[in-house]
T-cell receptor, first 115, second 113 residues
Framework: NAGVTQTPKFRILKIGQSMTLQCAQD?????MYWYRQDPGMGLKLIYY???????DKGEVPNGYNVSRSTTEDFPLRLELAAPSQTSVYFC??????????????FGQGTRLTVV | DQQVKQNSPSLSVQEGRISILNCDYT??????FLWYKKYPAEGPTFLIS?????DKNEDGRFTVFLNKSAKHLSLHIVPSQPGDSAVYFC????????????FGTGTRLKVLA
């Protein structure tokens, strides 16, 4: 049982390049999330998904895209990387937060630098 | 608009004493609250939670208090240990309509030996 797995762990991108951050979970969670953590800014929600085929914007979606074709996978796509997207990205999953005593489980994070 | 706020970016406490971390929220639709702990280069890990139908939840050295009228919650760690040194995030969610976790900015706790 690996939990939430993110790849890669580190990446350096040049301005204008594209990349996909991978996230997979093996807990059969229906909800999945992408957050970014900037210094002193906490965790900001980028996108989330309530199940395969359903995604929605979070607090800071601009510059990103997501898809959810399976329950297990929730990739995050950066199309035209900008320095403002330098951050640490965390993927998380949970059962429906509508159920009490449900918490989100996080991956180890991807540290992205755009130069 | 910061819906979940942690106004103290850092806190230092002597080993064995009590650590109190505070969190405020603005959205009255939130009715489930969580605390996460994060070490450097790791993902956040769940610590303790509380539902809005309670005003206190305890788990070993960790207790979370909720004051709904003030839209305020706090995490108490007693006694504090050096291994508790980490960044603590408060998060909130709703059980009707707000199906996502919104996090605060975090408080860095340093427990001094």
């Amino acid at each position: 049982n690996a939990g939430v797995t993110q790849t890669p762990k580190f990446r350096i991108l040049k301005i204008g390049q594209s990349m996909t951050l991978q996230c997979a979970q093996d807990m059969n969670h229906n909800y999945m999330y992408w957050y970014r953590q900037d210094p002193g800014m906490g965790l900001k929600l980028i996108y989330y998904s309530v199940g395969a085929g359903i995604t929605d914007k979070g607090e800071v979606p601009n510059g990103y895209n997501v898809s959810r074709s399976t329950t297990e996978d929730f990739p995050l796509r950066l199309e035209l990387a900008a320095p403002s997207q330098t951050s640490v990205y965390f993927c998380a999953s949970s059962y429906s937060p509508g159920n009490v005593d449900t918490e989100a489980f996080f991956g180890q994070g991807t540290r992205l630098t755009v130069v | 608009d910061q819906q979940v706020k942690q106004n103290s970016p850092s806190l230092s406490v002597q080993e064995g004493r009590i650590s109190i971390l505070n969190c405020d929220y603005t959205n009255s639709m939130f009715d489930y609250f969580l605390w996460y702990k994060k070490y450097p280069a790791e993902g956040p890990t769940f610590l303790i939670s509380i539902s809005s139908i309670k005003d206190k939840n305890e788990d070993g050295r960790f207790t979370v208090f909720l004051n709904k009228s003030a839209k305020h919650l706090s995490l108490h760690i007693v006694p504090s240990q050096p291994g508790d040194s980490a960044v603590y995030f408060c998060a909130a969610s709703g059980t009707s309509g707000t199906y996502k976790y919104i996090f605060g900015t975090g408080t860095r706790l340093k427990v001094l030996a």
